[in-house]
C-alpha cells in the first residue's frame, strides 16, 4: 500500500486507485484511541479524549454539528429493533470535495470504513447507519446525565474541536 504523508493527515493508496483520507488522532498510526487516552481536555475532572470515542461520543456528535453543520449518525447493530437500547456509536458525517462520504468522531476524519469500525467491532454483527437530529441527541444524553454534567461535557467537546479544528473540518477532504 503506498503512503503519501501530508501536513494534516496521510492518504494510503488501496486496490484499484482509491483513496482512504485520514486526519486527526488516525494520523498516529494504527491505534489512535492509544494517543487519544493520554491526552487531555480537562485534567482536573479526568476527562481525556477518549472518552468522546466510547462514552461521550453522542455529545461530541453534537458539538461537531453545531461547530460544522455535519449530520449526526449512530452506529448501532441492525440486528436490533430499539435505538435507544443498541447504539453502539455517535458519529457525523461529511462529504469530501471527490463526493465520497468520510466518518467524522473524535479520532479525527477518515474516509476508511474499517479504520472507523475497528474501534466498535465486537458491537455489532451488522452495522446500520442512521441519521438522527441535534435534538434527538440532546435530549437522549440530558436524561441519561442530567442538565449539568450535559453542559460539562459539552463544553469540553467544544474545547477539543476548538484545539484540533484542522482535525475536523473538511479542508482537505
Not at 503519501?4 to 483513496?19: I, N, P
Request: proline share 2%; hydrophobic share 35%.
Amino acid at each position: 500500500m503506498m503512503q503519501v504523508s501530508l501536513h494534516f493527515g496521510k492518504y494510503t493508496r488501496k486496490r484499484r486507485k482509491h483513496y482512504h483520507m485520514t486526519k486527526g488522532f488516525y494520523q498516529y498510526g494504527a491505534d489512535p484511541d492509544e494517543v487519544m487516552l493520554s491526552i487531555y481536555v480537562d485534567r482536573e475532572h479526568d476527562v481525556d479524549t477518549y472518552c468522546f470515542l466510547h462514552g461521550m461520543c453522542s455529545i461530541f456528535a453534537a458539538a461537531l454539528h453545531r461547530e460544522f453543520g455535519y449530520p449526526i449518525y449512530v452506529l448501532r447493530d441492525c440486528e436490533d429493533d430499539i435505538l435507544e437500547d443498541d447504539l453502539i456509536h455517535a458519529f457525523c458525517f461529511l462529504n469530501g470535495s471527490n463526493g465520497k462520504r468520510h466518518y467524522v468522531d473524535a479520532r479525527g476524519v477518515t474516509g476508511n470504513t474499517n479504520a472507523f469500525l475497528d474501534s466498535f467491532g465486537d458491537f455489532f454483527n451488522v452495522p446500520c447507519y442512521q441519521e438522527v437530529s441535534e435534538e434527538w441527541v440532546e435530549k437522549l444524553c440530558r436524561d441519561d446525565m442530567g442538565e449539568e454534567t450535559y453542559q460539562f461535557f459539552l463544553n469540553c467537546a467544544n474545547q477539543l474541536i476548538t484545539l484540533h479544528k484542522d482535525y475536523y473540518n473538511k479542508e482537505g477532504v
